[in-house]
């Protein structure tokens, strides 16, 4: 994998709970693995700008669901549940799933989602 690509695993979930119009477009950037200096910086400008932002019940939703995506075959009954009970009462206040999430990545031991940028920020934000 090339550096923008691991760079891009990691912060694609971040990106999608913050703007869907902005992942949409690092989206285009990589189209065909056509990555120039110019992708790049256009790439890490949106970066930025992401840090800037804050989510939306509907961003946030968006990216929750690709997150839970990871779980939803293993899960318990009882995890399945509490993962609709919390989605459904998600706010961008007050994020009990973000922190639910974080929990289940854990316990199921996803590298992938626990090296993410989504799941390390939430991780800080809660300590």
């Not at 695993?9 to 902005?22: G, H, I």
């Not at 950037?29 to 256009?42: M, S, V």
């Not at 009954?77 to 919390?86: G, M």
């Not at 206040?93 to 939430?122: F, H, Q």
Request: proline share 1%.
């Amino acid at each position: 994998m090339e550096k923008w690509q691991v760079s891009w695993a990691q912060n694609k979930y971040w990106v999608m709970s913050r703007s869907q119009q902005y992942y949409n477009e690092i989206r285009v950037l990589a189209k065909e693995n056509h990555w120039d200096e110019e992708c790049q910086q256009r790439y890490e400008q949106i970066l930025q700008e992401i840090d800037d932002m804050a989510p939306t019940r509907k961003t946030l939703t968006t990216a929750y669901q690709h997150v839970w995506g990871y779980f939803k075959k293993r899960a318990t009954l009882e995890e399945k549940q509490n993962y609709q009970i919390l989605l459904k009462k998600l706010e961008e206040k007050n994020d009990e799933l973000g922190r639910y999430l974080v929990e289940l990545t854990d316990k199921y031991e996803v590298k992938y989602l626990a090296e993410s940028t989504l799941i390390k920020r939430l991780r800080e934000a809660n300590k």
